[in-house]
């Protein structure tokens, strides 16, 4: 905290003597040296210049602590000690050049009694009556630390009826000490946050996973309504893919993820209400929470493009994709439970209402930018920004541009090669475990959440491996790819693996770490959006999202019709080879360069 400006006390005998003085000089630059920052104590401390009357100099070291409000510098050596204490009221902090000019002359006030016999004086320790003694010479000292960047203090006045002193402390240095949650990165919170609403997302998202089979039961659904319903979800998910891009990167990713989370937690507790009314309404309902989940992404890919630097970019992004999964366990774990205890109602009411608390939070913390941000201190600020392009709002989206560009292209193919393999893995493996490896999965609910845990695990690591080559000096580009072709390569080679398993064990083992490996992608192509265009990021996802929805669509669609015709085997041949597509059109086109300003 910087401090600065005139200090000032009138009285200041009472504490040093009623003729001593002590000033802040900007003019006397004797010494500039060594300067120290204790963490414990603050301590501020260098070497100064000491001039006695007889215009001898010698050095002594000159230090200067903050404890609480009280500002104490010290000037020592082993024949001469000097001490004053200043009450100050510190207001901010930064780096700063205190240039100090300290004389002693003969009188005295009544902190300091007078010695004649042996020209001493005699300091006060303000907790008790101990004195110091020190030889009362005439001496200077000048003292400068090294950096600046002054702002303001404020200093109490010490009364004295013997006469008057002077304090001047023209510029100088302070560090206010802040409560460990105000210490924590505020582009952290903003992380937490997103992950948070994403885990709300995916347990909004799959409790009907859980509650349609009560459902069909109490309304007479057969196995075509359900599919219909099941998949009134991607109607809304679809329209709002590219819009809420365009809406994030114009508006800023607050409101719109904002918007996001309270549409679908409204619709999510809207279900219980529209099934009972009929069929249609909750047709509309679900695609009405499709319309509120489509936004998240775009929207948060723009918020995290503006608030982190690109060597916590992939952690934060894997970061924030884990909360999907962990969000899917946490509503396969909860919702039976609560279908059990309270009926199959409760899992909308008490799913969607969460989402009211989150949005308190989202609206009292977050912001669309750092610039935005009022309680952002300054050195974050500046690392947020220092390595960032310019953070004006889009006014039009030049989509002529975009679309011109091979690694845009290679982004919208790439998503969709992956999340063909992935929407088909997560949406089938139940059955291919009951069908083809026999297990009871009310039994062994593990495997259930098994693939999920696996991706929210590694998706993680791979953020961690990905930022620290880019912090080690290896090319975006470089660590972009690498981290895709494992996404791409790992699932592909453990698929293949499936059909020369013998045992259960082994093909949960290969199915997980084809889930664990198709996690790397986080930290490939879903960060690649905020590398090669941080301003329209939202757009970019949205564009690669939509053919990703629609992988995940006609994927899950394409492999019950394979199965009618053909095996398992077949149906992972075809993900094999979309993954060794997307694989070489990503190392062939990609890149982690800004192509789009």
Known sequence: MAIGGLISSRNFGSFIGSDSRLLVSQQDKACQKEQAISHIRRERSGIAVVR????????????????????????????????????????KRSNGRCEC???????????????AENNRIGTCNWKGQQYQHVRANRIRAHYKSEDFD?????????????????????????????????QFPKRWVIVLLCFSAFLLCNMDRVNMSIAILPMSKEFNWNSATVGLIQSSFFWG????????????????????????????????????????????????????????????????NNILSKWIPVS??????????????????????????????????????????????????????AYSSPKEDPEL??????????????????TEIPWKLILSKAPVWALIISHFCHNWGTFILLTWMPTYYNQVLKFNLTESGLLCVLPWLTMAFF???????????????????????????????????FLTQLSHVRTPAMAVLCMACSQGSDAFSQS?????????????????????????????????????????????????????????????????????EKIID
Not at 325 to 342: D, E, N, Q, R
Not at 463 to 478: F, H, N, P, R
Not at 529 to 539: E, K, L, T
């Open 52 to 91: 006695n009357v007889q215009g001898n100099m010698f050095t002594q070291k000159l230090s200067a602590y903050i404890y609480g409000p009280m500002f104490h510098v010290t000037s020592n050596s082993n024949e001469k000690v000097s001490k004053f204490i200043v009450n100050s009221h510190l207001r």
């Open 101 to 115: 000019h300290l004389s002693s002359e003969h009188s005295l006030g009544s902190c300091f009694q007078p010695r």
């Open 150 to 182: 002054i702002t303001e203090a404020e200093v109490d006045a010490l009364q004295s009826s013997n006469g008057t002193s002077e304090a001047s402390l023209v510029e100088g240095y302070a560090e206010e000490t802040y409560p460990w949650w105000e």
């Open 237 to 300: 998910y679809l329209l709002t893919q590219i819009v809420g891009g365009i809406w994030a990167d114009k508006i800023g990713g607050k409101r719109v993820l904002g918007f996001g989370v309270v549409w679908w937690s409204i619709a999510t507790i809207l279900t219980p209400i529209a099934a009972k009314i009929g069929l249609p309404f909750l047709l509309i309902t679900r695609a009405f929470m499709g319309i509120g989940e489509g936004v998240a992404m775009p929207a948060m």
């Open 312 to 365: 916590e970019r992939s952690r934060s992004l894997a970061l924030v994709y884990s909360g999907m999964y962990l969000g899917s366990v946490t509503g396969l774990a909860f919702s039976p439970f609560l279908i059990h205890k309270f009926g199959w109602p409760s899992v909308f009411y008490s799913f969607g209402s969460l989402g009211s608390i989150w949005f308190a939070a989202w609206l009292s913390k």
């Open 377 to 394: 201190r300054e050195e974050e600020k500046r690392l947020i920004l220092g390595d960032s392009v310019s953070k004006e709002p889009v």
């Open 459 to 493: 998706a993680n690591i791979g953020g961690w491996i990905a930022d620290t080559l880019v912090s080690k000096g290896l090319s975006i580009t470089t660590v972009r790819k690498i981290m895709q072709s494992i996404g791409f390569l790992g699932p592909a080679f």
């Open 524 to 592: 490939g192509l879903y960060s690649n959006h905020q590398d090669i265009g941080p301003r329209y990021a939202g757009v970019l996802l949205g564009l690669s999202n939509t053919a990703g929805v629609l992988a995940g669509v006609f994927g899950t669609a394409a492999t019950g019709y394979i199965l009618q015709k053909g095996s398992w085997d077949d149906v992972f041949k075809v993900a094999v080879v979309l993954y060794i597509i997307g694989t070489l059109v990503w190392n062939l086109f990609a890149t982690g």
